[in-house]
């Protein structure tokens, strides 16, 4: 008796148990304002969560943002409406992939400007040292290269 009730309850424990999720639903009047949610929803980052989107988010904010495009997909905005509103409202970071204009520029072009300038003091380096180098031997005279010269014999001999 003991045994089987440990059975059933082994049994229990593997099925799985009700979903706490909500599933949201919106009825869209055309198929293409639910293709446009869809990308919109993909498109849009949760404030909250910071790494997800919209449309994988559950917190309450992005569920949030999901009606308020629904609604606004609704009421006939394009998408360049949706996304200024959401953008004035939440600033660039509401969206995956920021535009690029004003202060982003500086995000969008930073990368590209610190390669250059890290080829640029390479380069500066290298001319500097061969120039250095062809520097330091043309500058003795013939009188100084004699006496290296000899020294260097010197250093030879006694070791």
């Given amino acids: 008796m003991k045994s089987a009730c ?3 309850f082994g049994l229990l424990m593997l ?5 706490q999720a909500l599933v949201e639903t919106y009825d869209f009047s055309n198929p293409e304002l639910e293709v446009r949610y869809q990308d919109l929803t993909e498109e849009l980052r949760c404030p909250k969560c910071q790494n997800q989107n919209i449309a ?3 917190a309450p904010i992005a569920q949030d943002l999901r009606r308020l495009l629904h609604q606004q997909l609704e ?3 394009s998408n360049a409406e949706i996304l200024d509103h959401m953008v004035a409202r939440y600033g660039e ?5 920021p535009s690029f204009g004003g202060v982003s520029i500086i995000l969008w072009l930073a990368p590209a400007l610190l390669l250059l300038a890290a ?5 500066l380096a290298l ?4 120039v250095v180098s062809n520097a ?3 500058s003795l005279s013939t009188e100084e290269q004699a006496r290296l010269q000899s020294l260097l014999n010197k250093a030879e001999q006694d070791s």
Avoid at 15 to 19: E, I
Avoid at 119 to 123: A, Q, T
Avoid at 127 to 130: A, G, N
Wanted: charged fraction near 20%; hydrophobic fraction near 35%; charge should be positive.
């Fill in 6 to 8: 440990l059975w059933c």
């Fill in 15 to 19: 099925c799985p148990g009700p979903v």
């Fill in 56 to 58: 994988d988010s559950n």
């Fill in 75 to 77: 009421d006939g905005n």
């Fill in 93 to 97: 970071f509401v969206r995956y992939r």
């Fill in 119 to 123: 080829f640029g003091v390479l380069l």
């Fill in 127 to 130: 001319r500097s040292k061969s």
């Fill in 136 to 138: 330091g031997v043309a």
